[in-house]
């Protein structure tokens, strides 16, 4: 089957491809979307999701897990407030969809929502045309409408789901999505898993008003709004942590006073929730004291980076982005907009607070882990392992088990991330990525299957950027300043991951293999930079 498959595929590129290559130098691989697809030299993507599907079935379980997700408006408690906001099943996160890996996920999504949607599989290295991007991978699913997504789940770990149309997933349309390992040895008695948000739809002001006010030069947009129920009277704890620890050791290594550290966190959220708590209603994780809880940490937000810690508790760290790395025990990690991190922990006797300090904004998000009956930490608490060891992507080494061997690349990319805070317009290499017509304001990076990749992301901003590639993950392998003498820390086997943090000044290296044909967006996940052009595309080319 696959060989007639390749010889059909052949014919086709032997016939049309070469003619393109002759005119062009190689011809974009492209979807009917594209406005270019009318152009006889390119070829559509079919051929190549079929075969990339293709390869990756050899590892199916032959199981299939079927949900659906109704994508519709909600009032939601988030803890003695209900806002008014666009869910998945009415719920905050929406409910935790779980496989095993080699299964084949097939999710029915059901738009109940005013305006089209689209569902991204964030972290999976998935057949391209179920990717979910907009006029890129598939037609937006519009009002009334139903798409069935299905798809292998390739490779264990925690990922999570949401729209990828406009600032739909600033609402409350995100959720855990957990692939299990078959042949994971466990190591654990209890599973929590997080959901980190920073939250305002329906607290002051939509996601979109924001970016308007953004938009119109007020580069520090505040909503503060005061919490109605169970209102936090002091914040004054978060902001001398801030104050102090952030100072000594703020988010890639600014100080945490300085101009740029402010523009750093531009927006002001009402609310941070875990699970769509607030901390003054916060979730109890239930366990027996000496129990070794797994927790899933996800951090959904629109544009805030979290610094977690759980008082009384050191946190090993076993996987990011859903692949394993060898154990590392810090005190606390920061983790941006699309990354995760599973975290080991054996409990203690008592109730402990997880907080997760929404960076620079004096506030935080909170869960209470409960072994035991006794004295319930407030919602501010401030667990000394904030000040504790802070984890670096330099620490983080990938298993031996899913290492690859180093490679020369055979192709660098540079990915210059720029931008302009005053119109906030946020762009890569300068160029703005429109999201109704991907190919007509970008210069998409080429790639070829097979090719080794590596990409070189250089951030010229004052901002922050949660880099996120579709599609594909990529192993960390230097970190390092621009505009300093001190040469790039080498990662030798680095992590694997899909997202990661791009600090002011910053220069990070990443690798990956070019192993699944089609176009994949390659992004800012600040939700708010995304909006206005902060994404471009990794493009196969026709061999
Ligand atoms: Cu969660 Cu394009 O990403
Ligand atoms: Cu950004």
Not at 210 to 220: H, P
Not at 329 to 337: D, H, K, P, R, Y
């Amino acid at each position: 089957m696959s060989d007639r498959l390749m010889t059909r595929r052949s014919v086709l590129l032997g016939a049309v491809g070469l003619a393109g290559a002759a005119a062009t130098g190689g011809a974009w691989l492209a979807t009917s979307q594209d406005p270019a697809a009318g152009d006889a030299r390119i070829l559509a993507s079919s051929d190549a999701v079929r075969r990339a599907e293709q390869l990756r079935l050899d590892r199916g379980t032959g199981r299939t897990v079927r949900a659906t997700m109704t994508a519709e408006q909600a009032e939601v408690d988030l803890g003695g407030r209900v806002v008014s906001t666009w869910a998945y099943n009415g719920q905050v996160p929406g409910p935790v969809l779980r496989c095993t890996a080699g299964d084949q996920l097939q999710v029915d999504l059901r738009n109940r929502l005013p305006e089209s949607t689209t569902v991204h599989w964030h972290g999976l290295r998935l057949r391209n045309d179920m990717d979910g991007v907009p006029q890129l991978t598939q037609s937006p699913v519009g009002t009334g409408q139903t798409m069935r997504y299905s798809f292998t789940a390739p490779d264990p770990g925690t990922y999570w789901f949401h729209p990828h149309m406009g600032l739909q997933r600033e609402r409350g349309l995100f959720a855990p999505l957990i692939i299990d390992d078959p042949r994971e040895a466990g190591g654990y008695d209890v599973e929590f898993v997080v959901v980190l948000d920073d939250w305002i739809d329906g607290a002051g002001a939509t996601p979109d008003q924001v970016l308007e006010t953004l938009r119109q030069g007020d580069a520090m947009a505040r909503y503060s709004v005061p919490v109605q129920a169970g209102e936090i009277p002091d914040q004054s704890q978060s902001w001398q942590y801030h104050a102090t620890q952030g100072m000594t050791n703020p988010p890639g290594g600014m100080p945490a006073d300085s101009p740029a550290s402010r523009l750093a966190d531009s927006i002001d959220f009402p609310f941070y929730l875990l699970n769509g708590r607030l901390p003054t209603a916060p979730q109890s994780f239930e366990a027996k004291p000496g129990q070794r809880a797994r927790i899933r940490l996800i951090n959904a937000a629109g544009a805030t980076v979290f610094r977690v810690a759980l008082g009384g508790h050191q946190l090993t760290v076993t996987h990011t982005d859903g692949f394993p790395v060898e154990p590392i025990t810090v005190g606390t990690l920061q983790i941006a907009s699309g990354e995760r991190y599973d975290l080991l922990v054996t409990l203690g006797d008592g109730v402990f607070p997880l907080v997760a300090v929404a960076e620079g904004k004096g506030a935080q998000a909170l869960g209470l882990v409960r072994t035991a009956s006794g004295p319930v930490p407030s919602p501010t608490a401030a667990p000394a392992e904030l000040a504790g060891r802070l984890l670096a992507y330099t620490d983080l080494r990938a298993t031996a088990e899913v290492r690859v061997p180093t490679r020369t690349p055979d192709a660098t990319h540079t990915v210059y991330l720029t931008g302009d805070m005053m119109s906030f317009a946020w762009r890569i290499n300068a160029e703005t990525y429109n999201h109704r017509r991907p190919f007509s304001g970008i210069t998409p990076l080429p790639i070829q299957q097979g090719q080794r990749v590596r990409l070189a992301l250089i951030n010229q901003t004052p901002m922050y950027h949660p880099m996120h590639v579709h599609g594909h993950s990529f192993v960390i392998r230097s970190v390092g300043e621009v505009f300093s003498d001190a040469p790039a820390t080498a990662v030798t086997a680095g992590a694997i991951k899909d997202t990661l943090q791009v600090a002011p000044g910053e220069r990070i290296d990443v690798d990956f293999t070019a192993d699944n044909p089609g176009q994949w967006l390659t992004h800012c996940h600040n939700a708010y930079h995304m909006a206005t052009g902060m994404a471009t595309i990794l493009s196969y080319l026709t061999p």
